[in-house]
């Protein structure tokens, strides 16, 4: 009975291995499976074939396998985390922190465990909810970085850039974070009124990831908006000009708006093509037209632009260069929405 087991179920793992190597991880997982079931395998398998099937983003196959592995190992605290995040990614929010919950021991919490259901709630939109957990991850684990960053994130968002700036500073002080950490420590600064530290954060930022055209065009925006000219060319020398076209052309069109260089800021425009025009396109569009007694296009342009985003009418209310168009009727109907 073994040798026929196995004598059909050689050929299905081969199969897999060949579908894992053409990076066919659906298919690897279904070949897996088969030969699960008929070789009667070690139900670890199925944790495998599970992990290949969320890698596959096949989410509610990746629940399947792993609710068949629970049934035969109930408390397995790796496949009820593995539960959690297919249920969590398959976007069933309220059944990912059942799942998660059931990880945690009766008179025992664990960082890691909680900083998973951090993310539950955030992504359920239960900020409260989630703050509590990030926090209480940090307080059992003060080196969980990632903790940090996701909290800090949220303060952020709040507005309460004082607790958010604290929160980097710590994630950052365990030599960890990414660019966008220390890019976002910078923009606190900003709003905090501490530019010499908003300027520091960016240039330890480009220390530590010298390559980042996210941090180059951070710092080069930085320099915009401070009236360093002076600086720019020097951060564009250092952005790949074929790769990093999008970014250069961002800095120039930031660069001549600020100086308000309306014939090179329209040059400068003409180089988007059709399928990129976004709400900001259009914006500067819209300031173009206007510094161009182009009334009526300016209008069409705004009018285009705060459909795509409507959180630009805050900016338009205060913007001096709609200063020749800022008392035409049609400008106050879309920007202060009179009907």
Known sequence: ?????????????????????KKKLHLAARSAYLSYKIGKEDPERLLQIAALEMKAEKYSLTIRYLEEYLELNLDSKKALLLLGIAYRRNK??????????KCLKKGEEESDILYTLGIDYERAGKIRTTKRYYA???????????????????????????????????????????AKDWI???FCYINTSNLVAAEKALLEALENFPDSSEV????????????????????????????DWYIVLSLQLKEALDKKEYEEL?????????????????YMEAIVSSNRNKSKKAIQSLNKALELDPELRKEAKKDDNFAMIRKLEEFKHIIYLRK
């Open 92 to 101: 069933d929010y309220e059944k990912a922190i059942k799942t998660h919950l």
């Open 216 to 243: 180059l065009f951070a710092l080069g925006a930085y320099y915009i908006k401070k009236q360093k000219y002076n600086k720019i060319p020097e951060i564009i020398s250092k952005l790949d000009s074929e790769e």
């Open 184 to 186: 976002n420590l910078s």
């Open 136 to 178: 209480k991850c940090i307080e059992i684990d003060s080196s969980f970085a990632k903790a940090y960053f996701r909290l800090a994130r949220l303060y952020m968002r709040d507005k309460k850039y004082d607790l958010a700036v604290n929160l980097y500073l710590d994630g950052l002080s365990l030599r960890e974070g990414a």
């Open 1 to 21: 009975m073994i040798f026929l087991r196995r004598f059909f179920t050689r050929p299905l793992t081969k199969m897999s291995d060949r579908w894992k190597g």
């Open 266 to 282: 329209e040059k400068l425009l003409e180089q988007i093509k059709k399928e990129d025009r976004n709400a900001e396109y259009w």
